[in-house]
C-alpha cells in the first residue's frame, strides 16, 4: 500500500486548500477512504470519511459545511476540499483506507496544513 498526500500549505484563516490523495498497491474502488489529521502534541482524529462508489460521505462535527472530501476511483485519489479554514484546522494531514489491517508504519507521510494570520 502506498499513500501519497499532496496539497498542503500555509493559508491565512478564512482561506481555502484542497489536499490530494494518490493511492496504489491495492484496489482502490473496493475500499472506503478517509482523511486523518493530527496535531501538535494531540491524538490523530478522523476528518471525513467517503464510501466506496462516493455516495455516502461523514464529517466530524468541527469541519462539517467547511470540509468536502471526494474521490475518483478512476485515478485511485481521493480529495479533502478545505474552506473556511480556522488556525484550529493546522495539522498534517492523512488519508486512509478503512477497513484493512493497518499498523503505525503504514501511515504516508502526510501533507501540512498551517492555518495563520
Known amino acids: 500500500v502506498q499513500l501519497v498526500e499532496s496539497g498542503g500549505g500555509l493559508v491565512q484563516p478564512g482561506g481555502s486548500l484542497r489536499l490530494s490523495c494518490a493511492a496504489s498497491g491495492f484496489t482502490f474502488r473496493r475500499y472506503s477512504m478517509s482523511w486523518y489529521r493530527q496535531a501538535p502534541g494531540k491524538e490523530r482524529e478522523l476528518v471525513a470519511m467517503?464510501?466506496?462508489?462516493?455516495?455516502?460521505?461523514n464529517y466530524r462535527d468541527s469541519v462539517k459545511g467547511r470540509f468536502t472530501i471526494s474521490r475518483d476511483n478512476a485515478k485511485n485519489s481521493v480529495s479533502l476540499q478545505m474552506n473556511s479554514l480556522k488556525p484550529e484546522d493546522t495539522a498534517v494531514y492523512y488519508c486512509k483506507p478503512e477497513g484493512m489491517n493497518w499498523g503505525p508504519d503504514d501511515w504516508g507521510q502526510g501533507t501540512q496544513v498551517t492555518v495563520s494570520s
Open positions: 467517503i464510501s466506496t462508489a462516493g455516495g455516502n460521505t
